[in-house]
């Protein structure tokens, strides 16, 4: 299995729910990333939360982090159609260096 | 540059030909990375560059694959005698830091 592994695999949602995507890794980490791609496009960074935090907020975006049980989960509130992407969870590893990706999320908002 | 850019953004070959697809940073970006994603997964790690070297080439598949950044600044990703299964978007990315990766378009290559 791959370093990041995120659930569900895909998620359809209307708009004003909040979604929930989660992301469970296997090694020690230094820092967790979240990643936003729109299909086609290139990765756009949205969020990094070190293996001493536990909760990290954006706008509405809410990350957290729970490095006992090596997991982390995205929380976007109040969902809009232009949040339909794949969400990405990345890992640094004990390299602290290169970083791994997950499968990915695909999320769907509905107007 | 404002972004990253590579070029060129679509490219198909024929099997057994030799690709070049080519990586430029943000400026000032000391770190750059390339990584391969395939149709519904993740990026796939490839190498990782600090300055002119190659920090971390440990994701480079076989030795079809090679990359170079003689300058520290542009890439460029070499694949010889391609292969059908080489057909994926390369994605390049850059950082200043350990941290955030500033990723570009990709190159998507097609291999006939």
């Known amino acids: 299995s791959q370093q990041g592994e995120e659930d569900p695999q895909a998620l359809s949602i209307q708009e004003g729910e909040n979604a929930t995507m989660n992301c469970s890794y296997k090694?020690?980490?230094?820092?967790l990333q979240w990643y936003r791609q729109n299909s086609g496009r290139g990765l756009v960074h949205l969020i990094l939360?070190?293996?001493?935090?536990r909760e990290k907020h954006s706008g509405r975006l809410r990350v957290t982090l729970d490095t006992s049980k090596k997991s982390s989960s995205l929380l976007i509130t109040a969902s809009r159609a232009a949040d339909t992407a794949s969400y990405f969870c990345?890992?640094?590893?004990?390299?602290?260096?290169?970083?791994?990706f997950g499968e990915g999320t695909q999320l769907t908002v509905n107007p | 540059g404002a972004g990253v850019s590579q070029t060129p953004s679509n490219k198909v070959t024929e099997k057994g030909k030799y690709v070049e697809l080519r990586c430029d940073p943000i400026?000032?970006?000391?770190?750059l990375y390339w990584y391969r994603q395939s149709l519904g997964q993740g990026p796939e790690f490839l190498i990782y560059?600090?300055?002119?070297?190659?920090?971390?080439d440990s994701g480079l598949p076989n030795d079809r694959f090679f990359a170079v950044r003689p300058e520290g600044s542009v890439s460029t990703l070499k694949i010889q005698r391609t292969e059908r299964g080489d057909s994926a978007v390369y994605l390049c990315?850059?950082?200043?830091?350990?941290?955030?990766?500033?990723f570009g378009e990709g190159s998507r290559l097609t291999v006939l």
């Open positions: 990345a890992t640094d590893g004990a390299s602290g260096s290169r970083l791994t």
């Open positions: 990315a850059s950082s200043l830091q350990i941290g955030e990766l500033f």
């Open positions: 939360i070190r293996s001493n935090e």
């Open positions: 400026s000032g970006h000391t770190a």
């Open positions: 090694t020690s980490i230094n820092n």
């Open positions: 560059f600090q300055g002119t070297g190659a920090a971390d």
